[in-house]
């Protein structure tokens, strides 16, 4: 079994290193591949100095086109698992494993690492979490399954989900739209409960000015998503 | 609608159209999507030439004063323009993102294959 860990990041050259060791030392079963938004900061020099493995993207793309190339590239390298890990320290690696064993024993398409099974370690705020429970919602209503925490970004899929966001990935705010996806084609989606941490440098591509346009656009793209097929 | 309206009209239109053959000929926008905007030129000169259509087109509509019409239908016009190239737009900006992911991929498929062998023994972890 191949398994990939595909790292976006932009501008994370303070917290780079501590993702690296983190998967180095407690995630060792993997390979991994680090997407370099074209990073305004030093990243990209930083990656070629350390020899990480990194992609550059010659253009900024956005969370997804970035997310998206790195499927691509686990596509083009015959993995049979990829999980999405941030490049911000939010994650941590010990839980790779056993969300592996999880995915295999309950033979789960996507498995997503979950902040509210256990409700420990960094919660978010409660406007947030309120937002998020209402997408929990819809996606419930629409879908028939019920998945906490829609908007993490820990989620780990297998060959056949690969193919699917290789071919369609939305660019902005793509994780409640993608499990959508997911459950709409009849994929099974599961949750493995995880602890996160709060980000340690940089702050949350998401600010309060643009978490109306955030709940307005994802909610629209969750219901547009119920009508494709 | 006045003459003298009709004459404005009918000269704005006129510079327009010379603008976009103009345009064309040098390839600064292509045939294609200049085609819509030479075609809806036509129709306002037509109308502009021909008051008695837009009179007749107006008590359709129910429009009192038959230039309102046609800024009704010009507005009409305008408003498929834009969605048009919203359209444009949104299918090119997915076909440069898959583009940039592909020369990205080739990039890093260039760069292991030249750094292949003493770049090994250096990588941390992973591949």
């Not at chain 1, 911000?88 to 790779?96: R, T, V």
């Amino acid at each position: 079994m191949k398994k990939l860990i595909i790292i976006p990041a932009f501008n994370e050259e303070k917290n780079i290193d501590f993702v690296m060791d983190d998967i180095c030392r407690r995630a060792p079963g993997f390979d991994y591949v680090i997407i370099n938004d074209c990073s305004r900061d030093g990243m990209r020099s930083l990656c070629r100095r350390r020899g990480y493995n990194y992609i550059d993207l010659p253009v900024n793309l956005g969370i997804g086109g970035c997310v998206q190339a790195g499927y691509l590239y686990a596509q083009k390298h015959d993995y049979d698992i990829a999980v999405q890990f941030d490049g911000d320290g939010q994650h941590d690696a010990a839980y790779l494993e056993p969300m592996y064993q999880a995915m295999t024993e309950q033979n789960s398409d996507i498995i997503i690492g979950s902040r509210f099974l256990q409700r420990q370690g960094f919660q978010s705020s409660t406007m947030r979490r309120g937002g998020i429970r209402f997408l929990a919602w819809l996606i419930k209503v629409l879908n028939k399954k019920e998945i906490k925490d829609v908007t993490s970004g820990l989620r780990m899929v297998n060959r056949r989900v690969i193919d699917d966001f290789c071919r369609y990935y939305p660019n902005d705010y793509p994780e409640p739209e993608t499990l959508a996806l997911c459950l709409r084609k009849g994929y099974q989606a599961d949750e493995f409960p995880v602890k996160m941490r709060e980000r340690c440098e940089g702050r949350s591509s998401i600010n309060m000015p643009r978490s109306v346009y955030y709940m307005i656009k994802v909610s629209l793209s969750i219901l547009i998503d119920h009508f494709k097929n | 609608m006045s003459i003298r309206l009709r004459l404005v009209i009918l000269f704005i239109c006129v510079a327009i159209l010379l603008c976009f053959m103009d345009m064309i000929r040098k390839d600064k926008i292509s045939l294609k999507y200049s085609l819509p905007w030479l075609l809806s030129l036509v129709c306002v000169m037509l109308l502009a030439a021909f008051p008695g259509f837009i009179n007749w087109v107006a008590g359709l509509l129910g429009v009192a004063t038959p230039v309102n019409a046609v800024f009704f239908i010009v507005i009409l016009m305008m408003l498929a323009f834009i969605f048009l190239i919203s359209m444009i737009s949104s299918r090119n900006s997915q076909r440069v993102t898959r583009l940039v992911q592909e020369v990205a991929l080739l990039k890093k498929a260039l760069a292991d294959q030249e750094g292949k062998g003493q770049k090994d023994e250096e990588r941390i972890c992973g591949i």
